[in-house]
T-cell receptor, first 112, second 110 residues
């Protein structure tokens, strides 16, 4: 199993550009989530999904969209990038009823 | 909103010394998790605590959940260089949204 994969590993955007961060898992986990990690602030939940077709907002959802059309994939879309979105983004998954979250390797995003 | 505070932010110890990080929530939690993140890596799950007053051990690591389920601690006995990294707690009261602490970065001096 590859576990949780994320692409790209690194990305530089200009202010106003849009892009999609990809996340996929091959463990058939129902629950998936997106976090951002900023220095001194830990990880903050952006959006999460408890199954295909179901998404909900986390702690810091503004400026981000998600969709969950399949169990495996949970892309995160930045509609109009801002410098405040410079961060490391982690995708995580876990099975429903379980508790261990499996994290992907992360995407380091810089917005100039 | 829910807040999870973690102290200290940084800790430098000599190899062989003990280390403790503390986690405090502004609200009662249903459970709390602990993760370790190596430099440049991603968080890796260590353990989950669910019961009031629960204590769990993993080799040199001891995890505690407070009686009021609002605080937790991680204690490492006789640190080794392999313990280097940032330790995060993550609490929830819904099971869906986890609130991470700010983390404690541990440096072990050989």
């Amino acid at each position: 199993n590859a576990g949780v994969t994320q692409t790209p590993k690194f990305q530089v955007l200009k202010t106003g550009q849009s892009m999609t961060l990809q996340c996929a898992q091959d463990m058939n986990h129902e629950y998936m989530s997106w976090y951002r990690q900023d220095p001194g602030m830990g990880l903050r939940l952006i959006h999460y999904s408890v199954g295909a077709g179901i998404t909900d907002q986390g702690e810091v959802p503004n400026g981000y969209n998600v969709s969950r059309s399949t169990t495996e994939d949970f892309p995160l879309r930045l509609l109009s990038a801002a410098p405040s979105q410079t961060s490391v983004y982690f995708c995580a998954s876990r099975r429903q009823g379980g508790y261990e979250q499996y994290f992907g390797p992360g995407t380091r995003l810089t917005v100039t | 909103g829910q807040q999870v505070m973690q102290i200290p932010q940084y800790q430098h110890v000599q190899e062989g010394e003990d280390f403790t990080t503390y986690c405090n929530s502004s609200t009662t939690l249903s459970n709390i998790q602990w993760y370790k993140q190596r430099p440049g890596g991603h968080p890796v799950f260590l353990i989950q605590l669910v019961k009031s007053g629960e204590v769990k051990k993993q080799k040199r690591l001891t995890f505690q959940f407070g009686e009021a389920k609002k605080n937790s601690s991680l204690h490492i006995t006789a640190t080794q260089t392999t313990d280097v990294g940032t330790y995060f707690c993550a609490g929830t009261n819904t099971g869906n949204q986890f609130y991470f602490g700010t983390g404690t970065s541990l440096t072990v001096i050989p």
